[in-house]
């Protein structure tokens, strides 16, 4: 059988004939007669009408449906995704975990230190170094003689100047007061103190150093008969420590000993209630022992003289109370004691535990009064918190506190407020938390003071003037909370009262309960809160007898003034009708207007 010879297979028109490999001279030559690879020109094939056929890209056709076959075409690969990031595994995390330096946190949130605004700051700066200034006078039994001193270098630069003429600081302690913070020494002591925390000057300090690069100047002397002792110091943020940049001999104005402090720092400077001017004058008010001599950046000098003729009481260091100690703190004092049995550590590291009391709280938790304490566990420990909270001790003592007093609270009032009349109330020492607390109050009403207002409040902790964060203290909400009208006063609902008066409020305890780090606010405790109103209340009482006096007397006044209007007439009339004289005229209306004023009298 014939075979049919084989059809040859007929190639797509679009398609180009593979071309030959060349290779050699030819292919440089040709090469060389095209030019460059960029100068080359597309070519495309002429079409039947004699037109040139552009290069058209795969898978496109020319009108005349000429082009690249799209059925025979291989598509392109996808582009491939690319990897996502490698995310952090425990190890990588816990190669970046590191300690954070208590100086280096507040560096970042001085806003907590009350470091908030420039004039703020300025304040602050100013506020801890007059606190610590009162404070080491009283504790070495002078009476403190303070300089205060503002300069302003530029126009946001301040030097803040304080002086003082207490004991002094030992050479080896300046560096670290002064360029570490948490570094004092009345964080662990149960007694009334201005300072707490021993942040205060130090953050001043920092501040100084974050705004302007200037260190904190220090200038002390503990004797008449040794030269003052100068240190320029900055802190190592970083790591909370001091560093001395330079240190030498320096001078005092005072003769005797005393401590300078300069802080160079961006504030500003204005005049108000809550301004350096404010606080220094509320704190005469309550620091009456105290002559403070100021000086503004203005140059203008005040001099704030002392009322008080004699230091207030030294409050004494107690030992924490039992109602206040928490289950972890008294775990922890168990296992840190060096009494022998659980009787003699109640009795020796709390206050107001006698052998009874020790005795009953030891039955109560089923432990004899000879059991180790060192020797008990957490379960123990609880057993013997929920024993003290159902054995009754008596309260702490007061002798911790030091009270500013209602005759110097009246006669502070008296040098600075015009009023008419002064009431002022100290309330018996009361407890919260296991830390004893006094409340005084004071208000000044009448005189010169606006009608129309509300009334001014001046709110103290420790002696400290409380300037900012007024809504946000307990004081405050239980002013606002009193019911004034009782009292004669107008007060609109949840607001402070309107008259003509001063509100003077003091809390002094052996620890405030501070609502921040800057001091400003007191938290709100059910046991001060009362405290507070009642003082209120105690104090309202006698000034709204005064109101209630005064409110008759003008009574009088008005009605004797329109009897007054009349009595000239009705000597007139006696005259007409029984025909007096002028001179019997003229006695009768004397002896009308005597009688009118002893009735008034009585």
């Keep these: 059988m014939k075979r049919a010879p084989a059809q040859r297979r007929k190639r797509p028109a679009s398609v180009k004939p593979r071309k030959k490999k060349t290779s050699g001279r030819n292919a440089s030559l040709r ?28 898978g496109e056709s020319d009108r005349n449906g000429r082009g690249a076959p799209l059925a025979s075409a291989r598509p392109a690969a996808p582009a491939t995704p690319a990897a996502p990031p490698p995310r952090a595994t425990a190890i990588t995390l816990g190669a970046k975990q590191r300690e954070i330096s208590v100086s280096e946190f507040f560096a970042k949130n001085r806003h907590l230190l009350g470091f908030d605004n420039p004039r703020k700051a300025l304040l602050t700066a100013v506020k801890e170094a007059v606190d610590n200034s009162l404070d080491a006078c009283e504790e070495a039994g ?36 002064f360029g570490k913070l948490l570094y004092g020494s009345k964080f662990h002591h149960l007694q009334q103190s201005r300072g707490q925390q021993g942040l205060g000057i130090s953050a001043a300090g920092m501040y100084g150093q974050i705004t302007t690069g200037r260190p904190i100047a220090v200038t002390s002397k503990i004797s008449p008969r040794k030269p003052a002792q100068y240190y320029e110091i900055s802190i190592d943020t970083q790591k909370n420590v001091p560093v001395i940049l330079k240190e030498g001999d320096g001078e005092l104005s005072s003769k005797g000993t005393g401590t300078r402090v300069n802080i160079e720092l961006a504030g500003k400077y204005q005049k108000g209630k809550r301004s350096v001017d404010g606080y220094l004058e509320q704190t005469s008010l309550a620091n009456p022992h105290a002559r403070i001599r100021y000086v503004s950046p203005d140059g203008e000098e005040t001099i704030f003289p002392r009322t008080a003729k004699k230091l207030p009481p030294e409050p004494k260091e107690i030992l924490p109370h039992p109602y206040g100690v928490e289950l972890g703190n008294l775990l922890r ?6 009494s022998r049995n659980l009787s003699l550590f109640l009795r020796q590291e709390f206050s107001r535990v006698s052998p009874r009391v020790a005795a009953d709280i030891c039955e109560k938790a089923g432990f004899t009064t000879r059991t180790r304490p060192r020797r008990l566990t957490a379960a123990d420990a609880e057993k013997i918190h929920a024993a003290i909270e159902q054995t009754k001790i008596m309260a702490p003592p007061t002798n911790c506190l030091s009270p500013i007093g209602e005759e110097l609270i009246v006669d502070s009032m008296k040098k600075q407020i015009p009023a ?54 307990v004081i405050t909400d239980t002013v606002m909370t009193t019911d004034w009208k009782n009292y004669g006063f107008q007060q609109a609902r949840g607001a402070l009262p309107t008259g003509p008066a001063v ?100």
Aim: glycine share 6%.
């Design 333 to 338: 004092m168990m296992r840190q004691t060096r």
């Design 142 to 177: 002078i009476m403190p003689d303070l300089q205060v001193e503002i300069r302003q270098v530029r126009d946001d630069r301040y030097v803040v100047s304080v002086e003082d003429n207490g004991p002094g600081i030992v050479k080896a302690q300046i560096p670290k007061i």
């Design 503 to 602: 509100l003077f409020i003091h809390v002094a305890s052996a620890w405030v309960p501070f609502t921040s780090e800057s001091k400003e606010a007191i938290a709100d405790y059910p046991e001060i809160a009362k405290e507070v109103k009642l003082a209120l209340q105690e104090c309202g009482r006698e000034v709204s007898i005064h109101i209630r006096r005064r409110k008759r007397e003008l009574d009088a006044e008005r009605k004797q003034s329109y009897i007054e209007q009349y009595i000239p007439h009705i000597g007139i009339a006696l005259r007409e009708i029984l025909e007096f004289s002028k001179e019997e005229e003229k006695k009768v209306v004397r002896t009308l207007k005597d009688v009118l004023e002893r009735s008034r009298k009585k």
């Design 420 to 473: 008419e009349t002064f009431v002022a109330r100290t309330r018996p020492p009361a407890v919260y938390r296991g830390n004893p607390f006094l409340v005084e109050c004071g208000i000044a009403f009448g005189g010169e003071l606006p009608a129309d207002r509300l009334v001014t409040l001046y709110r103290y902790a420790n002696r400290v003037p409380l300037l900012y964060q007024q809504s946000a203290c």
């Design 31 to 58: 090469r060389a007669k095209k030019g460059p690879p960029h100068s080359r020109k597309k070519r495309g094939k002429s079409s039947g009408n004699g037109t040139e056929q552009a290069n058209l890209p795969f």
